[in-house]
Nanobody
Framework: QVQLVESGGGLVQPGGSLRLSCAAS????????MGWYRQAPGKQRELVAQ???????NYADSVKGRFTISSDNAKNTVYLQMSSLKPEDTAVYFC?????????WGQGSQVTVSS
């Protein structure tokens, strides 16, 4: 079993920045995919960014150039640095970890971009 604990959401003005963190604990394997998804009201959950085995990154087109995913393998923690935030980035952001054929989810963090 894996537990994921998120932190760092909140309210920010358009153009501002936020950093989300997600710490994994439990049975941790080095071969893994960690990612951030988001779900806005009335919309499906979508992949925002993911990082495979701590180095190979992938981003949704809507956040390329604005968001950066990174990981600290020693701390089993993944980060999402979000910059130039837009109102359309408002959503609940979920951390995810895939390992050994299972996908685990964090509790979700509200990010609201509004003036």
């Amino acid at each position: 079993q894996v537990q994921l604990v998120e932190s760092g959401g909140g309210l920010v003005q358009p153009g501002g920045s936020l950093r989300l963190s997600c710490a994994a604990s439990g049975t941790i394997f080095s071969i893994n995919v960690m990612g951030w998804y988001r779900q806005a009201p009335g919309k499906q959950r979508e992949l925002v960014a993911q990082i495979t085995n701590g180095w190979d990154t992938n981003y949704a087109d809507s956040v390329k150039g604005r968001f950066t995913i990174s990981s600290d393998n020693a701390k089993n923690t993944v980060y999402l640095q979000m910059s130039s935030l837009k109102p359309e980035d408002t959503a609940v952001y979920f951390c995810s970890r895939i390992q050994a054929g299972h996908q685990y989810w964090g509790q979700g963090s509200q990010v609201t971009v509004s003036s």
